[in-house]
């Protein structure tokens, strides 16, 4: 058990102007357990980075530190065992091949002795419930079973102080559940001091006996056991995009007006893509004859557990890929612009009737400035420089993107970055909008002001027609925002007509 | 195909897996040596028989290094194509005529063969931990290749999402060679900022397990056996019989010599 001491904290990334945190004074006591809370951009990450040891001189992420941070008494540089670190994104956690040798890579470098490495292995694997042999290869597990792995190979470190970064954010909903589940057992065997970062509060709440937040460039803002902050602080939180139990953003949705059939799949099979070549990694098929449509002014939901190939169908209705059989037509509207299946147009033509929006939004991105970013899917489908630019400038000004127009669309925020994605999408500006948008997990890891941004958008397109189809796992996106729900698994599909509650 | 559930990144041989495994049962430090031995021992040689007698004897452990015949194309290609340029450079360009070119080719593959089968025959993690343990490489480079190594197949998926990306922005060559080549690079752009993003990551995820603090432990010990031992031994022994056998023909030409 460590406790935390901070006192006039503060922290500037290298090359920014602005204070990421400042001025925190903060106590945490050996063995409690605190969740941290701030709208985004608050500093929380920055926060558990610098406990780890992970700034500094030495560190792996550098900048300009004020005041003082003391973990058990000293600055907190690497030392060795204390901490324990989980971030959110499983993949670029895992070190070795082999799911046992990853978990031994913390012992490893602590210097533990040999002999006593493989029993920790065995009762930190063990305390995670992970369910194959310690040969297992880390490449063949999912997302779940990756982050589980993950929290045993912090837990095999014996830290006393365990810090965890939104571990369940980038997890399909089972995957988030075996690892909150994972967490429960854990925060009750533990000692560790527990110091947790996540957006869903409801997720966490029974792990924690108290909750601090934090302000953007700030210090501490309101500190105390959540009943007591949701209690008093609860509505401003929300309002500053924390998802608090009971305050979920309800948009005032436009009604779905309907319409025909835009876009059909007929009989369409996929299979996996093929692996480097090497050992013959087997393509496994994911889609077999799928029939499905979708309708103008509707939006359709496509659910399922990760690797059920729901992505996968998204990606052919947008008609990105080639089916492995089958093919996915145009019908009425979009069938005027071109009848061969949508595969075969032209990346223009595609652009300009089907918007697609990637699930990592720096995907989408493939120009230097955000200006240009916006200014890309007009050019291309043939306007006059003039009307571009004045287009450009209307959706800036919408976005709330203004005074950003010139910066790279990697430097903006997740939120931000979200914004601009979808508008990228929208071809020529939401006033030509396209016929169909697709998106791929659209609200995933958002907090509320941007999901609630972003459901106001979609449902705009949605009364202007568009066939709006959306790859997700979010319940309540789900809930608020669907016509149509379409179940993918076991390579089929299943189709619930009517507004899913 | 490997036996047991591996993929790219680890192999699982069985115990009983039989002969067509026997490779990968040795210590991958000692089959790298050999493949250095071997490739070394060739450097003098400038005739076809040498370079042959070593490419034969090594070819013969192809069947027991467990890799199908198209896996071992595929790697070898790029050797393939250097041994075929070789010959052909030497034969148009060399002084040596039909017979130097042959040698320098038929070396360029012996050369490389064994290198390849150590390769493909030895799990990465067990490589890493034999060039660590047994040839004392630096232990910071080889954990981070091999940490890198679990990337690839993240990076795959990556340049197939920002191929589609492209599309789905409009963007396509169209026929236009030099647009082609722009589109080309742009992705190329792309995954070079999302590998350097993803590695940064990785690096840090390795910092907070505590990475480079002090002295690390094994938790695996790379094994040398009397097998290991014999393997290295048999090197020089194949290199012998190579140059005997291309002496006692007369057939030996020396890289020195030849020239001269």
């Known amino acids: 058990m460590a406790d935390v001491r901070l006192s006039g904290w503060g922290w500037r990334h290298a090359g920014r102007s602005e204070y990421a945190l400042r001025g925190v004074d903060l106590r945490i006591d050996a063995g409690e357990r605190v969740l941290l809370l701030g709208a985004s951009g608050a500093g929380k990450s920055t926060l558990l980075h610098a406990l780890a040891g992970l700034t500094g001189p030495d560190g792996a992420i550098s900048g ?36 046992g040798d990853d978990v031994a890579f ?20 063990n305390a995670v419930g992970f369910p194959y042999d310690h040969r297992r290869s880390t490449g063949a597990l999912s997302g779940g079973e990756k982050q589980r792995l993950v929290v045993a190979g912090a837990m095999a470190m014996r830290p006393r102080l365990l810090l965890l970064d939104e571990p369940t954010a980038n997890l399909d909903p ?95 099979s996929a299979r996996t893509p093929g692996g480097l070549g090497m050992r013959g990694d087997g393509r496994r098929t994911v889609l077999e004859d799928v029939h499905l449509e979708a309708r103008s002014g509707t939006a359709t939901a496509l659910v399922g557990a990760n690797g059920s190939g729901k992505s996968t169908l998204l990606t052919l209705l947008a008609g990105l890929d080639r089916p492995h059989r089958g093919a996915v037509v145009p019908r009425g509207p979009l069938a ?38 916006l200014a890309l899917g007009p050019r291309v489908s043939g306007l006059p420089p003039a009307r571009v630019g004045a287009g450009v400038d209307e959706l800036l000004q ?61 449902a705009a397109l949605r009364a202007g027609g568009s066939a709006v ?33 | 195909m490997s036996a047991g559930s591996g993929d790219t990144l680890t192999m699982d041989v069985p115990e009983d897996a039989g002969l067509r495994h026997w490779l990968s049962r040795f210590n991958p430090a000692a089959k790298l040596l050999a493949a250095l031995i071997l490739a070394l021992g060739l450097v003098p040689s400038a005739d076809p ?87 004392k490489v630096p232990e910071r480079p080889a954990m981070g ?61 390795m910092d907070a397990r505590a990475f480079g603090t002090g002295p690390r432990s094994r938790a695996r010990r790379s094994r040398w056996g009397r097998r290991d031992t014999l393997l290295l031994a048999a090197a020089p022994v194949l290199l012998l019989c190579a140059y005997g056998v291309s002496c006692s023909t007369g057939t030996l030409v020396l890289l020195w010599t030849g020239t001269a």
């Not at chain 1, 913390?106 to 694997?125: C, F, S, T, Y």
């Not at chain 1, 032209?346 to 200006?371: C, I, K, M």
């Not at chain 2, 075929?84 to 030497?90: D, E, H, P």
């Not at chain 2, 990556?158 to 599309?167: D, F, G, S």
């Open chain 1, 174 to 268: 089972e995957g988030a559940a075996l690892v909150r589940g994972v967490l429960q057992r854990l925060s009750a065997e533990t000692e560790a001091t527990l110091v947790l970062v996540e957006h869903r509060v409801a997720e966490v709440v029974d792990l924690v006996d108290r909750v601090v937040v934090l302000e953007p460039g700030g210090g501490v803002v309101a500190d105390g056991p959540p009943a007591r902050i949701f209690d008093r602080h609860g509505a401003e939180l929300a309002e500053r995009g924390v998802w608090v139990p009971g305050r979920e953003p309800e948009p005032s949705v436009a009604p779905a007006p309907g319409g025909a059939p835009v876009l059909a799949a007929e009989g369409v």
């Open chain 1, 336 to 373: 005027e612009a071109d009848r061969r299946p949508l595969y075969r147009w032209p990346a223009r033509r595609l652009a300009r009737n089907v918007g697609t929006v990637f699930q990592h939004a720096e995907d989408q991105f493939v120009t230097a400035s955000v200006r240009e970013e």
């Open chain 1, 106 to 125: 913390g012992p490893e470098n602590l210097g533990v002795d040999p002999d006593r490495i493989w029993p920790r292995v065995a009762r930190a694997l």
């Open chain 2, 49 to 135: 028989v040498t370079g042959g007698v070593v490419l034969a004897g090594t070819a013969a452990l192809v069947p027991f290094s467990g890799t199908d015949r198209r896996t071992l194309l595929v790697l070898g290609l790029p050797f393939l194509l250097m041994g075929g340029s070789t010959l052909l450079v030497n034969l148009l360009y060399g002084d040596q005529g039909a017979e130097g070119a042959l040698g320098a080719a038929v070396r360029v593959l012996a050369i490389a063969l064994p290198g390849l089968l150590a390769a493909v025959s030895s799990d990465p993690t067990d490589l890493s931990d034999g060039l660590v343990q047994r040839l």
């Open chain 1, 398 to 458: 919408r976005l709330r993107l203004e005074h950003l127009a010139d910066v790279h669309p990697y430097t903006l925020s997740g939120g931000e970055k979200r914004r601009l994605s979808v508008a990228t999408a929208l071809g020529s500006g939401p006033a030509n909008a396209p016929c169909v948008l697709a998106l791929d997990e659209p609200t995933f890891g958002q907090d509320t002001r941007t999901w609630r941004e972003l459901v106001d958008l979609l």
């Open chain 1, 64 to 99: 300009e530190q004020e005041g003082t941070l003391l973990v058990e008494g000293r600055p907190a540089d690497r030392r060795r065992g204390t901490v324990g670190l989980v971030s959110q994104d499983p993949d670029s956690q895992l070190v070795m091949a082999r799911a």
């Open chain 2, 145 to 205: 290749v091999l940490a890198a190594l679990r990337l690839v197949p993240l990076l795959a998926h990556q340049w197939r999402t920002i191929t589609l990306a492209r599309r789905a922005r409009g963007l396509a060559a169209r026929g236009n060679p030099v647009r082609a080549v722009r589109l080309f690079f742009g992705r190329l752009f792309s995954l070079l900022v999302r590998s350097v993003r993803t590695g940064t990551l990785l690096a840090t995820a």
């Open chain 1, 469 to 501: 189809l959306m790859a997700t796992h979010d319940p309540l996106l789900q809930h608020r925002f669907t016509d149509v729900r379409v179940r993918v698994g076991g390579a089929g599909v299943h189709v619930d007509e009517g507004r899913t509650t």
